[in-house]
């Protein structure tokens, strides 16, 4: 369990106890779900909104040599701590200027989609399942109505910039889906470019099959409204974390499978870009799936050796790696690793470890990457002991000296962790799961 000297928070309970599967008792408003109110730095040809990012309201000290990453509070206190407090931003026409989610200012990530999904045509396509985005069919304007396919309709249960989801219920074998309804184009927005931003979303969520990335099943068009067809995770892990009841065991656990869903990921030749707690979601076997695809890039195409450098920052700021603000181009798939690590501190402590990795902008960061005053050594003593050498390893500022995902996943601890499987759920430990699903993971899927 959290050590007792860390920051506690309260627990995040649902009003009401409904089953998964008893659509009409969905509502949007069950949980009280922490959130924050941030900014957004894009320009007008970026994808925005399509995940909201959360913004760290610090109350520290301005003495760099003073700052440490623990408090004297005590575990049964109910307060929640002015270091972790998060807010939802409000969707309305202001967003793009509240918003604090950053998007890639140069490549989009359906720059060279179609080579990355075709390939060389005298070779065939290495990603497991063929993808439907080779025409316009991925549309399928034939399946028009969608309570014909999949069933009979839920309420709607969430709502974002992006747009809005719903649930849906098989009426066969009552199996439950997530519907995204995408936003409709902007008037800035030509048509071609709005059908480019939605086919590359889909285009990758579909050609990734792997039991800790959201299945992505099908897109349907109906009239000008394009339909995503998700699988539907009802556990959101931000929540379970800031319940305070996870154990070292099953923050282990969670922590595994992520590295597992970014190396399938890595190895198809993509990066996700936006990895962070809001994009984990939990079956009720306690399996963790990868969510939003909004980010994403390709950055090893079929058959190429060359890795494709990234430009720009992209991702949330507590999340993002320090290469993203100061280096022209960087490795995409490095800084994933990155963000994998801040998750596993989030996940531990409860609390960003800073805002911003910036020296310049961010104290917390400036006390960290300063050997004088210790902020390594702070931050790491508040992790389990076996974990603390591999998190400093891919905690390096110098991307050219961060280790590896192999490096990662030969290490003697990482290795030796027990893993939450679908065929082996809880096999050594329980997991905390808020059954119902919570106004956030609803909302996390329609951004």
Request: charged content about 25%; hydrophobic content about 30%; proline content about 5%.
């Amino acid at each position: 369990m959290l050590d007792a000297s860390l920051p506690s928070t309260p627990l995040l309970i649902p009003h009401h106890e409904h089953a998964l599967y008893d659509i009409s008792s969905f509502s949007s408003t069950t949980t009280h779900t922490p959130s924050s109110l941030c900014s957004h730095h894009s320009n007008n040809e970026q994808r925005v909104g399509y995940r909201s990012c959360l913004n760290l309201k610090t109350d520290r000290s301005t003495d760099d040599e003073n700052y440490n990453y623990s408090t004297d509070s005590l575990s049964c206190k109910l307060s929640t701590p002015s270091q972790f407090i998060f807010n939802k931003p409000e969707y309305n026409k202001k967003y793009q200027r509240t918003h604090f989610h950053r998007s890639e200012k140069k490549n989009t990530p359906f720059n060279n989609l179609k080579r990355f999904l075709k390939g060389d045509k005298s070779k065939k396509l290495f990603v497991a399942g063929q993808s439907n985005c080779d025409t316009i069919a991925f549309a399928n304007e034939f399946n028009k109505d969608l309570e014909i396919k999949y069933g009979k309709w839920g309420q709607f249960v969430g709502k974002g910039a992006g747009g809005s989801v719903r649930l849906i219920r098989h009426s066969t074998d009552q199996k439950v889906f997530a519907v995204k309804q995408f936003r409709k184009r902007s008037l800035n927005e030509s048509e071609k470019e709005y059908v480019k931003k939605i086919t590359a979303e889909f285009c990758i969520g579909s050609a990734l099959h792997h039991p800790n990335i959201i299945e992505t099943f099908d897109i349907i068009k109906d009239g000008q409204i394009f339909y995503e067809i998700m699988e539907f995770a009802p556990n959101d892990l931000f929540n379970i974390v800031m319940s305070g009841q996870m154990s070292c065991e099953e923050i282990a656990c969670c922590w595994r499978q992520l590295l597992s869903g970014v190396q399938y990921m890595h190895q198809m030749g993509l990066a996700h870009r936006d990895l962070k707690l809001d994009n984990m979601v939990l079956d009720e076997r306690g399996v963790v799936k990868i969510i939003d695809f909004g980010c994403a890039v390709v950055n090893k195409y079929p058959f190429d050796s060359k890795v494709h450098m990234s430009q720009g920052p992209c991702g949330s700021d507590p999340y993002i790696a320090p290469e993203q603000l100061t280096e022209l181009e960087y490795d995409a798939r490095l800084t994933d690793l990155w963000s994998c690590a801040i998750i596993f501190i989030c996940m531990h402590i409860r609390r960003f470890p800073w805002n911003l990795p910036h020296p310049e902008k961010d104290q917390a960061y400036r006390s960290f990457v300063n050997p004088s005053t210790q902020g390594a050594v702070k931050l790491f003593k508040s992790l389990p002991h076996e974990a603390r050498p591999i998190i400093e390893r891919i905690l390096s500022p110098n991307p050219s000296q961060r280790c590896s995902l192999e490096d990662i996943i030969n290490d003697d601890w990482v290795r030796g962790i027990p893993v939450c499987t679908m065929a082996h759920p809880e096999i050594s430990h329980a997991h905390h799961l808020l059954i119902e699903p919570s106004s956030q993971v609803k909302e996390n899927y329609c951004k």
